[in-house]
């Protein structure tokens, strides 16, 4: 089946716009979490969708958002980017239930760098 | 809340030989845990799971884990690396709690394989 796919691959914007980035789940799971990865802080989570609610959220200022649409797409979008943005932007998704005992599969990332 | 150590941002070793990567969690809640591969411009591929059960865990590509609760620890361990096996590696921790996807993430082991 196809995994996790996220678009674009690679992105590069000019510091204050705004940019979206899109994760599309393998089919059948309902849970896509988002997480930064950057040299000095590592990889950190964003934020957790589930069934179009959020549902887990880390330490991000509000600047970064997302959503998921009801076929469990999702998108995550960043306003007024700063430099510090700059960083591969990794997509999970899961079924969503842990009593299934499921795990994350992870999209190739999207590479973003604000110039 | 949770954390990860990582002991070694880096670790060298003869190609054949084997090799252990240590992790070190900290939590207050019961956890599952995770070994993490990433291969240069890709995302992460999971190697491992400890989720309930037998301590000692096997995973794809011949690596193998033990959670021991007492020292907190899922060290990572393979008898013989190969080149292939370049590559960074992640510790990850989930609470058990229904709902909760988010992974915590060690800083990441960079395994390098000399010929």
């Known amino acids: 089946k196809a995994g996790v796919t996220q678009t674009p691959r690679y992105l590069i914007k000019t510091r204050g716009q705004q940019v979206t980035l899109s994760c599309s789940p393998i089919?059948?799971?309902?849970?896509v979490s988002w997480y930064q990865q950057t040299p000095g802080q590592g990889l950190q989570f964003l934020f957790e969708?589930?069934?179009?609610?959020?549902?887990n959220k880390g330490n991000f200022p509000g600047r970064f958002s997302g959503r998921q649409f009801s076929n469990s797409r999702s998108e995550m979008n960043v306003s007024t980017l700063e430099l510090g943005d700059s960083a591969l932007y990794l997509c999970a998704s899961s079924l969503g239930d842990r009593w299934l005992n499921t795990e994350a599969f992870f999209g190739q990332g999207t590479r973003l760098t604000v110039v | 809340a949770q954390s990860v150590t990582q002991l070694d941002s880096q670790v060298p070793v003869f190609e054949e030989a084997p090799v252990e990567l240590r992790c070190n969690y900290s939590s207050s809640v019961s956890v599952y845990l995770f070994w993490y591969v990433q291969y240069p411009n890709q995302g992460l591929q999971l190697l491992l799971k400890y989720l309930s059960g037998s301590t000692l865990v096997k995973g794809i590509n011949g690596f193998e884990a033990e959670f021991n609760k007492s020292q907190t620890s899922f060290h990572l361990r393979k008898p013989s690396v190969h080149i292939s096996d370049t590559a960074e590696y992640f510790c990850?921790?989930?609470?058990?709690?229904?709902?909760?996807?988010?992974?915590?993430f060690g800083t990441g082991t960079r395994l390098t394989i000399i010929p």
């Open positions: 089919s059948g799971h309902r849970s």
């Open positions: 969708y589930f069934s179009e609610t959020q549902r």
């Open positions: 990850a921790v989930s609470d058990q709690s229904f709902g909760n996807e988010k992974l915590t």
